[in-house]
C-alpha cells in the first residue's frame, strides 16, 4: 500500500504543476495587456464547459438522483453570498482586487480537491487505472488553469501572486488524494455532492462575474471576437473531453 501511495503523491503533484502554466502566457508585459481580455473570455466559456460538459456528466453516471440539484443550487447560494461579504470587505478595507478572484480561488480548490480524490481512487483500484486517470486529469486542466489564472490577473493579482495562488490551490489535489486514500468510502459516496456543489459554482462564477465582465468591456468588433473566443473555451473543454473518454 505504501507504494500506491507514493503512485498517487506523484500523480497528484505532477497535475499540480500545471498550475503554472498561465505564467508562460505573461512572460511579456505586452502579451498580457493584449490577451487578458479575450482570456477572461475563454475563462467563462471553459468554466460553463467544465460545469456542463464534464462534471454534471461524472455527477449523473450513476443515474439522476434528487439531492443532485440540490446541491448545485447550494453551489450557487452559497458562492452568491460569500460573494456578498466579499463585496462589503472590499467596500469598507479600499482594497482594488475583484471579489471574483477569490471567488475562483475557493472553486478550483474544490475542484482540485476532486481531482485528486480521483486520480487515488483510480490508483486504489490498479496502476493503469490510475496513469489513465492522471492523464486524464492533466488534459483537461490545461485549459482550466490557463483559464484561472487569467481570471486572478484581471481581478487585480500580480503575475507573481496569481502563481502562487494558483499553485497552492493546485495542491489541493493532494489534500483530496490524501483524504480520499484514508478515507475512500465516505469520499466515495459523497463524491457525486462535492461534485454538483462544484458545478454550481462554478455557473455561478461564470455567468454573474465573468459575463457581465465581458459584456462591459467588449466594443464594436472586439463583440465578435470575445464571443468566438468564449465559444473556444467551451470547444476546448469538449474536445479534451471526449478525447479522453474514447
Request: glycine share 6%.
Given at each position: 500500500m505504501v507504494v500506491v501511495l507514493l503512485q498517487i503523491l506523484i500523480a497528484v503533484f505532477i497535475v499540480s504543476l500545471v498550475s503554472i502554466l498561465g505564467i508562460f502566457i505573461f512572460l511579456k508585459e505586452k502579451i498580457m495587456?493584449?490577451?487578458?481580455?479575450?482570456?477572461?473570455?475563454?475563462?467563462?466559456?471553459?468554466?460553463?464547459?467544465?460545469?456542463?460538459?464534464?462534471?454534471?456528466?461524472?455527477a449523473l453516471e450513476e443515474g439522476f438522483k434528487e439531492t443532485i440539484p440540490i446541491f448545485?443550487?447550494?453551489?450557487?447560494l452559497s458562492f452568491f453570498v460569500l460573494e456578498k461579504f466579499l463585496y462589503w470587505h472590499h467596500h469598507h478595507t479600499g482594497e482594488e482586487v475583484h471579489?471574483?478572484?477569490?471567488?475562483n480561488i475557493i472553486g478550483d480548490g474544490i475542484h482540485n480537491f476532486l481531482d485528486g480524490?480521483?486520480?487515488?481512487?483510480?490508483?486504489?483500484?490498479?496502476?493503469?487505472?490510475?496513469?489513465?486517470?492522471?492523464?486524464?486529469?492533466?488534459?483537461h486542466e490545461i485549459p482550466q488553469e490557463i483559464a484561472d489564472f487569467?481570471?486572478?490577473?484581471?481581478?487585480?493579482?500580480s503575475r507573481m501572486k496569481a502563481l502562487v495562488y494558483n499553485f497552492?490551490?493546485?495542491?489541493?489535489?493532494?489534500?483530496?488524494?490524501?483524504v480520499t486514500y484514508f478515507y475512500s468510502s465516505a469520499i466515495e459516496s459523497s463524491n457525486t455532492y462535492l461534485i454538483s456543489f462544484v458545478v454550481g459554482a462554478f455557473t455561478y462564477i461564470a455567468s454573474t462575474d465573468l459575463i457581465p465582465e465581458i459584456h462591459e468591456e467588449s466594443r464594436g468588433d472586439n463583440r465578435f471576437i470575445t464571443t468566438i473566443i468564449?465559444?473556444?473555451?467551451?470547444?476546448?473543454?469538449?474536445?479534451?473531453?471526449q478525447w479522453f473518454e474514447g
Amino acid at each position: 500500500m505504501v507504494v500506491v501511495l507514493l503512485q498517487i503523491l506523484i500523480a497528484v503533484f505532477i497535475v499540480s504543476l500545471v498550475s503554472i502554466l498561465g505564467i508562460f502566457i505573461f512572460l511579456k508585459e505586452k502579451i498580457m495587456k493584449k490577451a487578458l481580455f479575450l482570456l477572461v473570455s475563454f475563462a467563462a466559456g471553459t468554466f460553463l464547459g467544465v460545469a456542463f460538459l464534464d462534471l454534471l456528466p461524472e455527477a449523473l453516471e450513476e443515474g439522476f438522483k434528487e439531492t443532485i440539484p440540490i446541491f448545485i443550487l447550494l453551489g450557487i447560494l452559497s458562492f452568491f453570498v460569500l460573494e456578498k461579504f466579499l463585496y462589503w470587505h472590499h467596500h469598507h478595507t479600499g482594497e482594488e482586487v475583484h471579489s471574483f478572484t477569490y471567488l475562483n480561488i475557493i472553486g478550483d480548490g474544490i475542484h482540485n480537491f476532486l481531482d485528486g480524490a480521483i486520480i487515488a481512487i483510480s490508483f486504489l483500484n490498479s496502476t493503469s487505472l490510475g496513469i489513465a486517470a492522471t492523464i486524464a486529469v492533466i488534459a483537461h486542466e490545461i485549459p482550466q488553469e490557463i483559464a484561472d489564472f487569467s481570471i486572478l490577473i484581471y481581478g487585480g493579482f500580480s503575475r507573481m501572486k496569481a502563481l502562487v495562488y494558483n499553485f497552492l490551490t493546485a495542491l489541493t489535489a493532494v489534500i483530496g488524494a490524501l483524504v480520499t486514500y484514508f478515507y475512500s468510502s465516505a469520499i466515495e459516496s459523497s463524491n457525486t455532492y462535492l461534485i454538483s456543489f462544484v458545478v454550481g459554482a462554478f455557473t455561478y462564477i461564470a455567468s454573474t462575474d465573468l459575463i457581465p465582465e465581458i459584456h462591459e468591456e467588449s466594443r464594436g468588433d472586439n463583440r465578435f471576437i470575445t464571443t468566438i473566443i468564449f465559444v473556444l473555451g467551451i470547444t476546448a473543454v469538449f474536445l479534451f473531453t471526449q478525447w479522453f473518454e474514447g
